[in-house]
């Protein structure tokens, strides 16, 4: 099953510019990741946040998450061709067992 | 390349047969997930395995698949008697187990039912 939606589900936007995409969750969580997916092939772990945690950054992506509103969103910024993939947003209980989102899939025009 | 292997990438098979996919995790990682992904759908959980031992299957998991982790190393998905809704891309994951949300993927097998 879908932990939840994310929003947009299909996001296209010049090189340079900024890429902000959301996901929303049922259920509590104990953290919640961001992980990339080029065409056809497996996962990237981006990014892991806490659920005490409301913010974190790296490199050019910043998360954040709002618990009391059950969402989170992953910012891109200066965003660059090799940006093009999809990205889904993932929460994990004590097991390990990940539960996905839909995913939004990011073209990034040169 | 995340260190986490899959053999093989491509499976083209008939309905009706079996098939077998082979994971090779990181060595030291002593979790191991199976997940399935359709298109244009986030992956789903389909079982992990700690060390040999497999501590949860999803109900997505039907009698037609298997898993085994024989050593608590490689570890092989099974699927007999395929269906064309069994056509997914199927991948595998691992982790130490005191980070066990920290999973590294291999790049997946995408099974296609003709």
């Known amino acids: 099953s879908q932990q939840g939606e994310e929003d947009p589900q299909a996001l296209s936007i010049q090189e340079g510019e900024n890429a902000t995409m959301n996901c929303s969750y049922k259920t509590s969580i104990n953290n919640l990741q961001w992980y990339r997916q080029n065409s056809g092939r497996g996962l990237v772990h981006l990014i892991l946040?806490?659920?005490?945690?409301r913010e974190k950054h790296s490199g050019r992506l910043r998360v954040t998450l709002d618990t009391s509103k059950k969402s989170s969103s992953l910012l891109i910024t200066a965003s660059r061709a090799a940006d093009t993939a999809s990205y889904f947003c993932a929460t994990g209980g004590n097991t390990g067992k990940l539960i996905f989102g839909q995913g939004t899939t990011l073209q990034v025009k040169p | 390349d995340t260190g986490v292997s899959q053999d093989p990438r491509h499976k083209i098979t008939k309905r009706g047969q079996n098939v077998t996919f082979r994971c090779d995790p990181i060595s030291e990682h002593n979790r191991l997930y199976w997940y399935r992904q359709t298109l244009g759908q986030g992956p789903e959980f389909l079982t992990y395995?700690?060390?040999?031992?497999?501590?949860?299957k999803s109900r997505l998991l039907s009698d037609r698949f298997s898993a085994e982790r024989p050593k608590g190393s490689f570890s092989t998905l099974e699927i007999q008697r395929t269906e064309q809704g069994d056509s997914a891309m199927y991948l595998c994951a691992s982790s130490l187990g005191g980070r066990a949300y920290e999973q590294y993927f291999g790049p997946g097998t995408r099974l296609t039912v003709t």
């Open positions: 946040i806490r659920s005490n945690e």
């Open positions: 395995f700690q060390n040999e031992a497999q501590l949860e």
